[in-house]
C-alpha cells in the first residue's frame, strides 16, 4: 500500500501563494490518481482537486478553480498543489489523499495523509 506525506503549509498574506507538495512511497505511485482535500475548524472535510493517474484529467473544487493547480511527476511519486491567490477562507488542513483507480474522484480515496496547515492572514 502507498504511504503519503503532504509538505509546503504555513502561513501566508491574503493574495499571497504557496505550493504544497504530497510525497508518496511503498507503491507503485502511477497506479494511483491522487486528490488533495482540505478541513477548516468546525467543518468537514471538503474535495479540493483531483488528478488522474496519468496527469492528464483534473478536477476542482467550484471554490478554487482558477486559482488553484493541481500536478504530478509520476518520476518523482509526488503531487503538488500550486495554491496562488489566497484567501483567509482557504485557511484549513490540507490533505493529500490516493485511491488506487486511474480516473479522478471527488470520494473514494484509500490512502490519507497527516495533513499540513495553511493559513492565510489579512
Known amino acids: 500500500q502507498v504511504q503519503v506525506v503532504e509538505s509546503g503549509g504555513g502561513l501566508v498574506q491574503a493574495g499571497g501563494s504557496l505550493r504544497l507538495s504530497c510525497a508518496a512511497s511503498?507503491?507503485?505511485?502511477?497506479?494511483?490518481?491522487m486528490g488533495w482535500f482540505r478541513q477548516a475548524p468546525g467543518k468537514e472535510r471538503e474535495f479540493v482537486a483531483g488528478?488522474?493517474?496519468?496527469?492528464?484529467?483534473?478536477d476542482y473544487a467550484d471554490s478554487v478553480k482558477g486559482r488553484f493547480t493541481i500536478s504530478r511527476d509520476n518520476a518523482k511519486n509526488t503531487v503538488y498543489l500550486q495554491m496562488n491567490s489566497l484567501k483567509p477562507e482557504d485557511t484549513a488542513v490540507y490533505y493529500c489523499?490516493?485511491?488506487?483507480?486511474?480516473?479522478?474522484?471527488?470520494?473514494?480515496?484509500?490512502?490519507w495523509g497527516q495533513g499540513t496547515q495553511v493559513t492565510v492572514s489579512t
Open positions: 489523499a490516493a485511491r488506487q483507480s486511474p480516473s479522478v474522484s471527488r470520494n473514494s480515496y484509500d490512502y
Open positions: 488528478i488522474s493517474r496519468s496527469g492528464i484529467v483534473t
Open positions: 511503498g507503491g507503485t505511485f502511477r497506479n494511483y490518481a
